[in-house]
Each structure stands twice: as structure tokens, then as C-alpha cells.
């Protein structure tokens, strides 16, 4: 049962048009069909407890937006032959505006902030640093949007948590949101950026290892063609 579990992981999992030859892009695509491949396979069983919670709520458009986002990320994994950069780019994009959705309509914790830290990870990982620190700037401009509605009492939440914080208690929340994020966003940029040059030094090397082979086989060829040349004009 195992052995049929990780086929169909591979075979979900394995890019289309590239292969470990191509570097960092592989494992780039591989890692963002890994992540839909267990945001849908784990997503299914989170469904449940959403629309429970949807229900007994009255949060109905909360199942709406599930439905929606699961939709998409099916879509994403069936068709592989769509860009990877349309996939990559889409993929933290979603996870930002369902973060901001989920604060405005539920408040400004919980699970909108789950939604929010993994935007610029995912951008991290699937894009690079620069379009990580893009995201995190939009989380910025999502939780100052927030403070603003909170310290202006604009909005009104069901969850007496949210309605009861206090202008320093969001500033302080806020600014260690965006700290951790910050660190770990940097942490994983830095990693990427390491293994990406560290695999074209490695290509470089292998490249100059198959050229100075080639080199000395050709180098051998001609010496044999020589020494043949001068055996038989002796």
C-alpha cells in the first residue's frame, strides 16, 4: 500500500518537461506540485470542519471561498502543462488574498494569519527572495489596513478577542507577525540562493570536467596518429 502511495506522489509530483538536469527549476515546479498535491489530498479532510464552522456561524461565504480555492489548486495540479510561472505566481497570491479576506470578514487572528505568514514563504520558495519580500510587503499594508480599522473602530467582529484589542496590543502583534515572517522569508531566500549558485558552480565545474576529457581524448587520438605516422615511415 505504501509502494502505490508514493507511485502516486511521483506521479503527481514529477514536472512534465523538466528533469534533475535543469537544476533549481525542477525542484522549484516539483516543490510547488508537492504543495497542491497535499493542499488537495489534506484540504479535503479541512473542508469538513470549515463548513461546520461556516454553518454554525453564519460565515457562508467562508464555503464559498474553500470551494473556490480548492477548485483552483485541482486545476493547477491536473493540467501541468500550464506555466509554471502562472502556477508560482498565482499560488502566494491566493494564499494573500484569502489571508485578507478571512481578517477583514473574521478578524484580525487565527486563521487569517496562518494564511498570511504562508504568502510570502510559498513566494520564497516557489519564486525567490525578491518576490517574497513583495508579499511581505502586501502583509504589511494588509495588517496596517487593519490597525487602521480597528483603532477607528470601522469594523465590528463576533469574536469578543478581536473587538477587544487594544492600539498597542495589534501594534505589538502586528510587529512580531511581521519579524517572524521577515526571519523566516530571509532564512529561506538565502538557502535558495545558496543552493541555486551552488548547483551552477556545480554544472560549470561538470561542464569544464566534460570539455577537458574531451580534450585530452583528442589530444591522445592525434599522439597515436602520430606515433603511427612515424612507425611507418620508418
Same mark, same amino acid.
Given at each position: 500500500m505504501l509502494d502505490a502511495l508514493f507511485k502516486l506522489v511521483e506521479k503527481y509530483t514529477t514536472p512534465l518537461?523538466?528533469?534533475?538536469?535543469?537544476? *533549481?527549476?525542477?525542484?522549484?515546479?516539483?516543490?510547488?506540485?508537492? *504543495?497542491?498535491?497535499?493542499?488537495?489530498?489534506?484540504?479535503?479532510?479541512?473542508?469538513?470542519?470549515?463548513f461546520w464552522f461556516a454553518f454554525h456561524t453564519g460565515y457562508t461565504s467562508l464555503i464559498i471561498l474553500d470551494i473556490l480555492v480548492y477548485t483552483i489548486m485541482f486545476l493547477f495540479l491536473h493540467f501541468r502543462n500550464m506555466p509554471y510561472k502562472i502556477r508560482a505566481v498565482s499560488t502566494p497570491i491566493i494564499c494573500y488574498l484569502v489571508g485578507t479576506a478571512l481578517s477583514f470578514a473574521m478578524g484580525p487572528y487565527g486563521i487569517s494569519q496562518v494564511w498570511l505568514f504562508m504568502a510570502p514563504i510559498i513566494a520564497a520558495l516557489l519564486l525567490g527572495l525578491l518576490s517574497s519580500l513583495i508579499a511581505l510587503a502586501g502583509n504589511l499594508v494588509t495588517l496596517t489596513a487593519i490597525g487602521i480599522v480597528l483603532h477607528l473602530d470601522l469594523m465590528q467582529w463576533s469574536f469578543t478577542t478581536a473587538t477587544s484589542y487594544t492600539n498597542s496590543e495589534w501594534l505589538?502583534?502586528?510587529?512580531?507577525?511581521?519579524?517572524l515572517n521577515f526571519i523566516a522569508v530571509m532564512s529561506i531566500g538565502f538557502l535558495f540562493r545558496g543552493l541555486q549558485n551552488s548547483l551552477v558552480q556545480e554544472r560549470i565545474m561538470s561542464d569544464n570536467y566534460k570539455r577537458n576529457v574531451q580534450e585530452l581524448a583528442e589530444t591522445n587520438d592525434r599522439l597515436l596518429a602520430e606515433m603511427a605516422e612515424r612507425l611507418e615511415a620508418q
Amino acid at each position: 500500500m505504501l509502494d502505490a502511495l508514493f507511485k502516486l506522489v511521483e506521479k503527481y509530483t514529477t514536472p512534465l518537461h523538466l528533469t534533475p538536469a535543469d537544476g *533549481i527549476d525542477y525542484w522549484r515546479e516539483r516543490l510547488l506540485l508537492l *504543495i497542491l498535491f497535499l493542499g488537495l489530498i489534506l484540504g479535503f479532510l479541512v473542508l469538513v470542519p470549515s463548513f461546520w464552522f461556516a454553518f454554525h456561524t453564519g460565515y457562508t461565504s467562508l464555503i464559498i471561498l474553500d470551494i473556490l480555492v480548492y477548485t483552483i489548486m485541482f486545476l493547477f495540479l491536473h493540467f501541468r502543462n500550464m506555466p509554471y510561472k502562472i502556477r508560482a505566481v498565482s499560488t502566494p497570491i491566493i494564499c494573500y488574498l484569502v489571508g485578507t479576506a478571512l481578517s477583514f470578514a473574521m478578524g484580525p487572528y487565527g486563521i487569517s494569519q496562518v494564511w498570511l505568514f504562508m504568502a510570502p514563504i510559498i513566494a520564497a520558495l516557489l519564486l525567490g527572495l525578491l518576490s517574497s519580500l513583495i508579499a511581505l510587503a502586501g502583509n504589511l499594508v494588509t495588517l496596517t489596513a487593519i490597525g487602521i480599522v480597528l483603532h477607528l473602530d470601522l469594523m465590528q467582529w463576533s469574536f469578543t478577542t478581536a473587538t477587544s484589542y487594544t492600539n498597542s496590543e495589534w501594534l505589538a502583534d502586528a510587529a512580531n507577525f511581521l519579524l517572524l515572517n521577515f526571519i523566516a522569508v530571509m532564512s529561506i531566500g538565502f538557502l535558495f540562493r545558496g543552493l541555486q549558485n551552488s548547483l551552477v558552480q556545480e554544472r560549470i565545474m561538470s561542464d569544464n570536467y566534460k570539455r577537458n576529457v574531451q580534450e585530452l581524448a583528442e589530444t591522445n587520438d592525434r599522439l597515436l596518429a602520430e606515433m603511427a605516422e612515424r612507425l611507418e615511415a620508418q
